[in-house]
């Protein structure tokens, strides 16, 4: 199985979301044999004018094999290959890290993974398990909640723009809390995010 890890943390490889990711790795490779492929998009190169003008000018060809082109080319060619994709990355300000909304920027792209039609954007790409691991030091969800969500319904519309549809959504919240506490959050959501691979991915394979 190809399995695409976005890694959008500053923290990288110590931080909780990165670590339920690496608790989806490891219970999918003791099933199937895994590739990997772990894109760092905190410091991702932010689309350039070369870009910009090949969007807008869809019917004349450019130079793809340098700057940002090239970028998204890869990380398009990366998405389409991948089995699964993980996205781990904390909330900032309410939403996306820029780095994880650079990452969009590349993927979704017109005439490459989406086209445009009389009646709106048709996704092109196969659906396929996106997991997206979100970290926060608030509270965005359920009766506590006490700050707003921009992330989960962008990620949700952004991704079927494309035609992924299967988008699934585990947070950490309060990260601002006690060690101990933060500690039973990760171990809570770890429990139901492998439930949920177990029901929703391993079975269907």
Do not use: C
């Not at 923290?11 to 199937?32: E, H, I, K, P």
């Not at 608030?138 to 969500?149: E, K």
């Not at 962008?154 to 919240?173: D, P």
Request: charged content about 15%; proline content about 3%; glycine content about 4%.
């Amino acid at each position: 199985m190809k399995i695409l890890l976005i890694n959008s943390s500053p923290r990288q490889q110590t931080s909780s979301t990165y670590a339920l990711a690496q608790s989806l790795l490891q219970r999918v490779s003791t099933l199937t044999p895994v590739s990997v492929t772990e894109e760092n998009v905190t410091r991702l190169a932010q689309v350039d004018s070369e870009y910009s003008i090949s969007v807008a000018s869809i019917e004349h060809q450019h130079d793809e094999s340098t700057g940002s082109l090239a970028v998204s080319n890869r990380l398009i060619d990366d998405l389409i290959a991948a089995d699964l994709v993980i996205v781990a990355s904390p909330m900032h300000n309410f939403s996306l890290p820029a780095g994880l909304k650079s990452w969009v920027d590349h993927v979704v792209r017109a005439q490459k993974t989406f086209a445009i039609t009389p009646t709106g954007k048709l996704g092109l790409l196969d659906d396929k398990p996106v997991y997206v691991l979100i970290s926060s030091g608030g509270t965005f969800s359920g009766n506590n909640a006490y700050q707003s969500d921009f992330f989960t319904p962008y990620m949700k519309e952004i991704l079927s723009t494309i035609g992924i549809n299967s988008v699934s959504f585990f947070a950490i919240e309060s990260t601002v809390s006690s060690h101990e506490v933060i500690e039973n959050n990760i171990a809570f959501i770890r429990q139901k995010l492998l439930a949920h691979l177990e029901e929703h991915v391993i079975k269907t394979q």
